[in-house]
């Protein structure tokens, strides 16, 4: 069954406030984390990914935390704008050769101006 | 670089027919993966291939779906004896070797009627 999961499946927010997704991960032996967005009739996009060894990566208006102790993922996007406004997906795997992507359930992120 | 590229975007069959999806990987990429995703539900990891051969199929149906990655051309995804439950989208993602970050596809809308 699947290991990756998410908390909310919903999340609205005003443009210009901070975005936080939430996912939750059991399978302690993942090591590599990436989360993707999912805009309406296209295929996922890659945003950020992260491995074990750390606990916070930044990108542009997009920060991932790990938290391994609690299995614990999270997407923070900040002054979210209309375009944001899509499924986001984080996603395990073990990082050996011949695994693949493993996908949560996903959180469909909704801005409204 | 065209980027990954699946064809058709839209298929429709009736029940009992073939279903043919085809991908091609970015340039350089030489790891092939489908998934499949339901409406208003996240990716399942189906199947993964290299070049002439199938690395995990643990997500592949026993019957009725099978996958290729021939030395030439595109990577196929055939479905025999369509059923309704297979409509889904069917997204095709490419890596280069060693790498965990998937490139997606914009995927095959398959409806059976």
């Known amino acids: 069954g699947e290991s990756v999961g998410l908390h909310l499946p919903t999340l609205s927010v005003q443009e210009g406030d901070n975005s936080i997704i939430n996912c939750a991960y059991s399978n302690s032996a993942s090591d590599y984390f990436i989360w993707y967005k999912q805009e309406s009739g296209k295929g996922p996009q890659f945003i950020i990914d992260?491995?074990?060894?750390?606990d916070k990566r930044q990108g542009q208006r997009v920060t991932v935390l790990l938290n391994k102790t609690v299995k614990h993922l999270s997407l923070q996007i900040a002054a979210t704008q209309p375009g944001d406004s899509a499924v986001y997906f984080c996603a395990e795997n073990i990082n050996q050769a011949g695994t693949a992507l493993i996908f949560g359930k996903g959180t469909t992120l909704s801005v409204s101006s | 670089n065209a980027g990954v590229m699946q064809n058709p975007r839209h298929l429709v069959r009736r029940r009992g027919q073939e279903a043919r999806l085809r991908c091609s990987p970015m340039k350089g990429h030489s790891h092939v993966y489908w998934y499949r995703q339901l409406p208003e539900e996240g990716l399942k990891f189906m199947v993964y291939?290299?070049?002439?051969?199938?690395?995990?199929e643990s997500g592949m149906p026993k019957e009725r779906f099978s996958a290729e990655f021939p030395k030439e051309g595109p990577s196929i995804l055939r479905i025999q004896q369509v059923v309704r439950g297979d409509s889904a989208a069917y997204f095709c993602?490419?890596?280069?070797?060693?790498?965990?970050?998937?490139?997606f596809g914009a995927g095959s809308r398959l409806t059976v009627l």
């Open positions: 993602a490419s890596s280069p070797q060693g790498a965990n970050v998937l490139t």
């Open positions: 992260i491995r074990s060894n750390m």
């Open positions: 291939l290299q070049k002439e051969n199938i690395i995990d």
